[in-house]
């Protein structure tokens, strides 16, 4: 009786598994199920409503918010894209659960949000929100490298409805998202610079604004504006990560009243994002006013600013702008109350909205220009110790857009408005500003041992660009000239660097190595061959060995594997019999890799048992273990019952490696 279990034709099998599975069959191909989830299905009773993809604490998490119509238990589902299968879930998802609660009577429902934690580099994944048999349509983002360059983009105040004409907003505000996110695929934040809408509990105009997909594929890195702040819908939407909601950074001093408020933080790569509540400033009030803001931003600095290359402040109510909220007393304020502290602590940018026209400044120090030969329009700035730039964007959407004012004659420094000598038309402190009534988004690239800042047009005069379009300001823009992703102005921030000599290395990520296995030997086909029949007369006997498998594992990680194989039954033509009569001894032929041998399995003939017919072990190697290379083998024993008749037969031998 020839046995014969194959393994496939002749030529090397080579298998590599950087996470997961990889499987390879000795002998004939097995078809397996996909183990897949069926698709939701089309009837959803629970309705999911203005889904929004947020900014978590760091580059390993997002957070997720949405409407639902239900008060129910729901989650977040969570997969890498490459494990979809006909855009089904696999069974083993990973899932997070979801908080909320009602909304405000205006709004109606209930809001939900939960934060995606774990989060791999250089990995897309696929989304929904819900719970079973009501499901939201699926989404997408995608995760870089979490060291490193990285852009990201600056948006100001969207106010959608500020136009009169909500559709028109809506359509601006869209074209402004593709075509600063078509020119720049890879950004990794969307950084807001306020008011989202126009009126804060008008749902119909937070569903425009929600209404780009977009929205749902980059993080949105939310800011209360003006026209947020008066009403719970900026919170019930827009979720944010270390967030203290604490009275004084309320403008009325209640978290529990009808108000949005609240400072947060999050670190991105290199990069600590503090964002503040500029709603609540005088004390008169109820709020901290902005000394309260002063203490957040010195505590956070103080405990989390050494964790990070650049610190970024964002808030709405721009101190240092162009236009006519330039002259507004708050600002003034703001200007005395705020400057002297953000040199103080090192912060190297600070971003704004609320005045519609982009401008940036001269480097400012403790509220004075830093250095007075700065040039206006400079393509390179170096700060010098305490500098600080600060940005203010233009509309993103076209649906307001407020006119650069003159200087005044109210002072030079401080909380005056007095002209620029080196550009009288300009205020002292703004060394670039532009207003053509056309869209615009600030890019801003953070590097090494700089921050680009650029600001491009996303729209020209032709529509979408509402405010335009009905005819409340006149276009001044040349599109011939300045066409759709042109550049208005554009500066390298160098940071300070001391009277020293600092040194700077990149110490690249390292190649993540790989975890593999191959089968030694060109011979596919393993011959026990011709079974012997024992004196007992009872049972055929035959022994061998597997070809060696050759492990090779040099990943960093030194993550733990392991090695397992099973047989099918040995086949005949119509005859055979069960994989359970053949058992084995596992090997190490060659030490490395951590490697060690699995037990012995008896043939089924023995011990009435499973023999090989399940998954057993033929070698593993523990967490931590050292690279290297190793080589598995196993004895076999196939004992044949004597009741089975004459044939030459094969089995399928399936090898599986595992790694984590």
């Not at 990201?152 to 907003?169: C, E, H, R, T, V």
């Not at 090695?563 to 009569?581: Q, T």
């Not at 499973?610 to 190793?630: E, I, M, P």
Request: aromatic share 10%; charged share 20%; glycine share 12%.
């Amino acid at each position: 009786m020839n046995l014969r279990p194959s393994t496939q034709a002749p030529g090397p099998v080579r298998r590599r598994v950087a996470r997961g599975a990889a499987v390879a069959f000795l002998g004939l191909a097995v078809a397996f199920g996909s183990g897949l989830s069926s698709p939701a299905g089309a009837a959803e009773p629970t309705a999911l409503t203005g889904i929004i993809l947020g900014v978590g604490a760091n580059e390993t998490q997002r957070t997720v918010t949405w409407y639902s119509s239900d008060d129910t238990a729901q989650k977040i589902q969570l997969v890498p894209t490459a494990q979809l299968a006909d855009g089904a879930f696999p069974a083993g998802a990973t899932t997070f659960d979801a908080i909320g609660g009602a909304n405000i009577a205006t709004s109606g429902g209930f809001n939900r949000h939960a934060t995606m934690t774990g989060l791999k580099e250089n990995t897309a994944y696929s989304y929904r929100v819900g719970t079973d048999g009501a499901w939201s349509s699926t989404y997408s983002f995608k995760t870089q490298d979490f060291e490193g360059d990285y852009d990201f983009l600056f948006y100001g105040d969207p106010q959608i409805g500020s136009s009169g004409n909500i559709a028109k907003d809506q359509a601006g505000w869209q074209d402004t998202l593709d075509v600063s996110l078509g020119a720049n695929p890879n950004a990794e934040l969307l950084v807001s610079g306020g008011d989202q809408v126009e009126t804060a509990n008008t749902e119909s105009q937070w569903n425009a604004f929600l209404a780009p997909d977009k929205l749902r594929q980059y993080p949105w890195a939310a800011t209360i504006g003006n026209h947020d702040v008066g009403g719970k819908a900026y919170e019930q939407h827009l979720y944010t990560p270390n967030t203290d909601r604490s009275a004084p950074l309320y403008s009325n001093g209640n978290p529990a009243g009808n108000t949005s408020g609240g400072n947060y933080w999050y670190i991105y790569k290199d990069t600590l994002f503090i964002d503040l509540n500029s709603n609540s400033y005088a004390t008169s009030q109820g709020g901290g006013g902005d000394a309260a803001h002063v203490n957040y931003v010195t505590d956070i600095i103080n405990k989390h600013g050494s964790e990070a290359k650049w610190k970024v402040l964002v808030y709405h109510h721009a101190i240092y702008s162009p236009a006519a909220h330039a002259k507004d007393s708050d600002a003034k304020v703001r200007r005395v109350d705020f400057p002297t502290t953000f040199s103080k602590l090192g912060v190297d940018l600070v971003l704004q909205g609320h005045d519609h026209s982009y401008s940036r400044s001269y480097a400012i120090k403790n509220g004075e220009k830093a250095n007075p030969d700065e040039q206006p329009g400079a393509a390179d700035v170096y700060p010098g110790p305490g500098g600080v730039l600060y940005v203010t964007s233009n509309s993103a959407s076209g649906s307001k857009y407020y006119d650069i004012t003159k200087p005044d004659s109210s002072g030079t420094s401080g909380t005056g408005n007095g002209a620029d000598p080196l550009n009288p038309d300009s205020y002292w402190y703004n060394s670039s500003q532009n207003q053509e009534h056309v869209r615009s988004y600030v890019k801003v690239g953070v590097r090494n041992d700089k921050l680009v800042v650029e600001n491009l047009r996303s729209g020209t005069c032709a529509a979408p660009n509402a405010a335009v379009e009905l005819g409340q300001v006149k276009c001044v823009n040349t599109p011939e000239g300045q066409p759709v992703g042109s550049i208005t102005d554009k500066v390298s921030v160098h940071p300070y660097h001391g009277d020293g000599q600092d040194l700077q290395v990149n110490v690249p990520t390292a190649a993540p190595g790989e975890f593999g296995w191959t089968i030694d030997g060109y011979n596919g086909l393993v011959d026990l061959g011709t079974a012997k029949e024992q004196s007992s007369g009872d049972y055929f006997q035959a022994a061998g060995q597997i070809n060696p498998i050759l492990v090779s594992d040099s990943r960093r990680s030194l993550a733990p594997w392991s090695i397992s194989a099973s047989v099918g039954d040995f086949k005949d033509a119509d005859k055979k019999f069960s994989g359970a009569y053949l058992g084995w001894n596992p090997l190490i032929l060659q030490d490395g890799a951590g490697a060690k041998a699995s037990g012995q399995v008896v043939s089924g003939y023995d011990d009435n048992g499973a023999g090989l017919s399940v998954s057993r072990g033929l070698g593993w190697a523990d967490q931590g273990h050292a690279k290297g290379k190793a080589k598995l083998g196993a004895d076999l024993d196939l004992k044949i019952p004597g009741s089975v008749d004459k044939g030459a037969y094969r089995a399928t031998l399936t090898i599986t490696a595992l790694s984590s």
